[in-house]
């Protein structure tokens, strides 16, 4: 069983509702498993984690603030989190609205740090985006992220 991080920020709930959809998922799957908001996650938690999943709102195409923060903070843990697993997913108003940008940038900051990231050859390649509340088809791709999530862990 390994040690998860689903961390997020949320404004409207959307982001929140994908992270416990994930969180209920790798729950289900066996694993341990920390759901926290972002203003409750320092650099400790992710290095206390074997993989970390990271959830944010798209604002101006990129990640919240909030999430942001997070990773500039952990500058000071540079090389400690090399080999984790990694993933992100976000929510957006519309299509088009910016969502893979900002998986993408999550992404690229969790490759810095030598974080093991695995995409998706179906449905969301880059990791589980919304437009607005999850819908059935969010939804689904939340638990298909979830359940490959916890099948790349036992592989590392």
Known sequence: MSNILV???SRTGNTEKMAGIIADELKAKGQDVSLK????VNVDDLLAADGVIIGSPTYYGTMAAQVKRLFDESVKVHGKLDGKAGGAFS?????????????????????????????DPEGSHYG??????????????CKRFADRFANLLSRI
Not at 37 to 40: F, G, H, I
Request: proline share 4%; net charge negative; glycine share 10%.
């Open 37 to 40: 908001a972002m203003d409750n």
């Open 91 to 119: 929510s957006a108003a519309n299509i088009a609205g910016g969502n893979e940008t900002t998986v993408l940038d999550i992404i690229n900051a969790m490759f810095i740090h030598g974080f093991i990231v695995q995409g």
């Open 7 to 9: 961390a997020f920020y």
């Open 128 to 141: 589980p985006v919304a437009i607005g509340a999850p819908d059935e088809r969010a939804v689904k791709e």
